[in-house]
Protein backbone atom coordinates (compact mmCIF):
# COMPACT_ATOMS: atom_id res chain seq x y z
CA UNK A 1 0.00 0.00 0.00
CA UNK A 2 1.12 3.45 -1.03
CA UNK A 3 1.42 6.59 1.61
CA UNK A 4 -0.28 9.29 1.23
CA UNK A 5 0.10 12.63 2.47
CA UNK A 6 -3.27 15.08 3.73
CA UNK A 7 -1.74 19.05 3.94
CA UNK A 8 -5.04 20.63 6.15
CA UNK A 9 -5.26 24.66 6.25
CA UNK A 10 -7.97 27.18 6.62
CA UNK A 11 -8.07 27.83 3.12
CA UNK A 12 -8.53 24.09 1.71
CA UNK A 13 -6.67 20.30 1.97
CA UNK A 14 -4.33 18.95 -0.47
CA UNK A 15 -4.39 15.07 -0.47
CA UNK A 16 -1.66 13.37 -2.43
CA UNK A 17 -0.32 10.06 -3.37
CA UNK A 18 3.32 9.73 -2.63
CA UNK A 19 3.35 7.69 -6.01
CA UNK A 20 2.03 10.85 -7.36
CA UNK A 21 5.57 12.21 -6.41
CA UNK A 22 7.79 10.92 -8.54
CA UNK A 23 10.86 11.45 -7.20
CA UNK A 24 12.94 9.95 -9.72
CA UNK A 25 11.27 12.58 -12.17
CA UNK A 26 12.62 15.24 -10.29
CA UNK A 27 16.22 14.06 -10.00
CA UNK A 28 16.50 13.69 -13.70
CA UNK A 29 15.75 17.19 -14.12
CA UNK A 30 18.36 18.10 -11.14
CA UNK A 31 20.38 16.81 -14.45
CA UNK A 32 23.30 15.42 -11.63
CA UNK A 33 22.63 12.34 -10.06
CA UNK A 34 21.43 13.30 -6.56
CA UNK A 35 20.76 10.84 -3.95
CA UNK A 36 16.52 10.63 -3.36
CA UNK A 37 17.16 11.20 0.81
CA UNK A 38 18.79 14.82 -0.48
CA UNK A 39 15.31 15.88 -1.64
CA UNK A 40 12.66 17.86 0.22
CA UNK A 41 9.34 17.94 -1.38
CA UNK A 42 7.55 21.19 -0.14
CA UNK A 43 3.91 21.29 -0.63
CA UNK A 44 1.51 25.02 -0.65
CA UNK A 45 -1.87 25.91 -0.22
CA UNK A 46 -1.43 29.61 -0.80
CA UNK A 47 -3.31 32.86 -2.02
CA UNK A 48 -2.12 33.11 -4.98
CA UNK A 49 0.09 36.40 -5.84
CA UNK A 50 -1.78 39.59 -7.32
CA UNK A 51 -1.66 38.91 -10.78
CA UNK A 52 -2.93 35.74 -10.74
CA UNK A 53 -6.14 36.83 -8.49
CA UNK A 54 -6.74 39.51 -11.29
CA UNK A 55 -6.45 36.45 -13.95
CA UNK A 56 -9.01 35.11 -11.85
CA UNK A 57 -11.48 38.15 -11.46
CA UNK A 58 -10.69 39.26 -14.97
CA UNK A 59 -11.88 35.52 -16.25
CA UNK A 60 -15.32 36.04 -14.04
CA UNK A 61 -15.65 39.12 -15.47
CA UNK A 62 -15.88 38.19 -18.58
CA UNK A 63 -17.50 35.12 -18.00
CA UNK A 64 -20.94 34.74 -16.88
CA UNK A 65 -20.03 33.31 -13.21
CA UNK A 66 -19.64 34.96 -9.96
CA UNK A 67 -16.46 33.71 -7.83
CA UNK A 68 -17.75 31.93 -4.33
CA UNK A 69 -14.44 31.37 -2.77
CA UNK A 70 -11.25 33.51 -3.19
CA UNK A 71 -9.16 31.66 -4.97
CA UNK A 72 -6.34 29.06 -3.74
CA UNK A 73 -2.47 28.35 -5.43
CA UNK A 74 -1.56 24.20 -4.80
CA UNK A 75 2.32 24.10 -5.48
CA UNK A 76 4.21 21.05 -5.35
CA UNK A 77 8.32 21.45 -5.52
CA UNK A 78 11.07 19.19 -5.64
CA UNK A 79 14.16 20.90 -3.79
CA UNK A 80 17.67 19.94 -3.06
CA UNK A 81 20.62 21.98 -2.79
CA UNK A 82 19.90 25.20 -4.81
CA UNK A 83 18.00 24.00 -7.54
CA UNK A 84 13.63 24.04 -6.86
CA UNK A 85 11.36 22.07 -9.90
CA UNK A 86 7.80 22.42 -9.72
CA UNK A 87 5.76 19.85 -10.15
CA UNK A 88 3.35 20.97 -12.23
CA UNK A 89 0.99 18.15 -13.15
CA UNK A 90 0.11 14.15 -12.08
CA UNK A 91 -0.63 11.28 -13.75
CA UNK A 92 -3.50 10.90 -11.29
CA UNK A 93 -6.27 12.92 -10.49
CA UNK A 94 -5.27 14.42 -7.34
CA UNK A 95 -7.70 15.73 -4.32
CA UNK A 96 -8.05 19.27 -3.21
CA UNK A 97 -10.64 20.70 -1.43
CA UNK A 98 -11.10 24.42 -0.88
CA UNK A 99 -13.10 26.04 2.33
CA UNK A 100 -16.72 27.66 1.52
CA UNK A 101 -17.00 31.25 3.04
CA UNK A 102 -19.14 30.96 5.78
CA UNK A 103 -22.81 32.60 4.75
CA UNK A 104 -21.77 31.21 0.87
CA UNK A 105 -25.18 29.06 -0.07
CA UNK A 106 -23.60 25.66 -0.77
CA UNK A 107 -26.68 24.92 -3.21
CA UNK A 108 -25.62 28.17 -5.69
CA UNK A 109 -22.00 26.29 -6.30
CA UNK A 110 -21.85 25.49 -9.51
CA UNK A 111 -18.94 23.99 -10.09
CA UNK A 112 -14.30 23.99 -9.05
CA UNK A 113 -12.98 25.39 -11.56
CA UNK A 114 -8.90 25.78 -12.71
CA UNK A 115 -7.03 29.10 -13.66
CA UNK A 116 -4.53 28.43 -16.35
CA UNK A 117 -1.63 31.15 -16.42
CA UNK A 118 -2.82 32.57 -19.72
CA UNK A 119 -6.37 33.19 -17.61
CA UNK A 120 -8.33 30.53 -19.07
CA UNK A 121 -10.73 29.29 -16.82
CA UNK A 122 -11.95 25.15 -17.02
CA UNK A 123 -14.28 23.24 -15.27
CA UNK A 124 -13.03 20.32 -12.93
CA UNK A 125 -15.10 17.42 -11.43
CA UNK A 126 -16.50 18.99 -7.94
CA UNK A 127 -18.53 17.66 -5.15
CA UNK A 128 -19.76 19.75 -2.67
CA UNK A 129 -18.90 17.74 1.07
CA UNK A 130 -19.93 19.04 4.70
CA UNK A 131 -17.05 18.01 7.35
CA UNK A 132 -17.08 19.21 11.27
CA UNK A 133 -19.81 21.46 10.51
CA UNK A 134 -17.94 23.51 7.62
CA UNK A 135 -19.04 23.57 3.52
CA UNK A 136 -15.93 22.68 1.17
CA UNK A 137 -15.80 22.15 -2.64
CA UNK A 138 -13.57 18.49 -3.41
CA UNK A 139 -12.08 19.06 -6.51
CA UNK A 140 -10.34 16.28 -8.70
CA UNK A 141 -7.55 17.73 -10.93
CA UNK A 142 -4.36 16.51 -12.66
CA UNK A 143 -2.44 20.15 -12.69
CA UNK A 144 -1.15 22.01 -9.87
CA UNK A 145 -3.17 25.94 -10.42
CA UNK A 146 -4.84 28.40 -9.37
CA UNK A 147 -8.23 26.63 -8.34
CA UNK A 148 -11.29 28.96 -7.48
CA UNK A 149 -15.21 28.05 -6.98
CA UNK A 150 -17.58 29.18 -8.73
CA UNK A 151 -21.76 30.03 -8.79
CA UNK A 152 -23.07 30.51 -12.80
CA UNK A 153 -26.61 30.97 -13.38
CA UNK A 154 -27.67 28.81 -16.44
CA UNK A 155 -30.18 30.81 -18.80
CA UNK A 156 -32.20 28.97 -21.19
CA UNK A 157 -33.39 31.30 -24.04
CA UNK A 158 -36.81 29.60 -24.18
CA UNK A 159 -37.68 29.98 -20.75
CA UNK A 160 -36.64 33.73 -20.45
CA UNK A 161 -40.40 35.06 -20.24
CA UNK A 162 -41.78 32.04 -19.02
CA UNK A 163 -43.72 31.30 -15.82
CA UNK A 164 -41.47 28.70 -14.22
CA UNK A 165 -37.98 30.32 -14.98
CA UNK A 166 -37.28 30.59 -11.25
Same mark, same amino acid.
Do not use: M, W
Given at each position: ASATL???TEKGTYT???????????? #? @??? #???????? !????????????TVKLVENAAANG????????????? @??IFGEQTVEV?????????????PDGVDPNRITTGVVVDPDGT? @???PTKIVFIDGKYY? @??????????SVVWQPLEFADMANHW? !??
Open positions: VLQLPALQINIDAIS #E @RAG #ESVALEEI !KVQIEISAPDTETFTLVAPPVEFTV @RGARFNAYVERTIAIV @RHVA @RISSLPNSAYA !KD
